[in-house]
C-alpha cells in the first residue's frame, strides 16, 4: 500500500470511530427527560463554548487581536445583552468583523 492509500484508510477510518462516538449519546439519551436542573444547565454550553473561543483567541499569542476583533466582540456583546440570542450574537459579530476589515 502506497502512503497516500494508508492515509485515506485512517482518515476514513478516524471520522468513522469519531462518528459512531459521538453519535451514540445523542442515540443512547434520545427518548429520555432530562432533569430540570439538567436542562437549566444546558442553556449555558453555548455561551461558555463561546466565550472560552474569545478568550483564548485574545491571550493564546498566536494571533493579533485588532481593532476589527475588538469591534465585533463590542457589537456581538451588545447584540447578546439586548436580544439574548446566540445566533444574532454571532451574525452581528462576523458581520461587523467582516465590514471593519473591508474598510480598513
Known amino acids: 500500500m502506497s502512503l497516500s492509500s494508508i492515509a ?23 427518548g429520555r427527560e432530562f432533569p430540570p436542573a439538567v436542562r437549566e444547565a444546558l442553556r449555558y454550553v453555548a455561551p461558555a463554548v463561546m466565550a472560552a473561543l474569545v478568550i483564548s ?5 498566536s494571533t493579533e487581536v485588532g481593532w476589527a476583533e475588538v469591534a465585533a466582540l463590542v ?3 451588545v447584540v447578546g445583552w ?5 445566533p444574532w450574537v454571532l451574525v452581528a459579530g462576523m458581520v461587523t468583523l467582516w465590514l471593519v476589515r473591508a474598510a480598513a
Open 8 to 30: 485515506l484508510v485512517a482518515t476514513v477510518v478516524v471520522g468513522a470511530g469519531t462518528y459512531l462516538m459521538r453519535s451514540s449519546f445523542i442515540h443512547a439519551l434520545a
Open 57 to 61: 483567541l485574545g491571550f493564546d499569542g
Open 82 to 86: 439586548r436580544t439574548r440570542s446566540l
Open 75 to 77: 457589537v456581538g456583546g
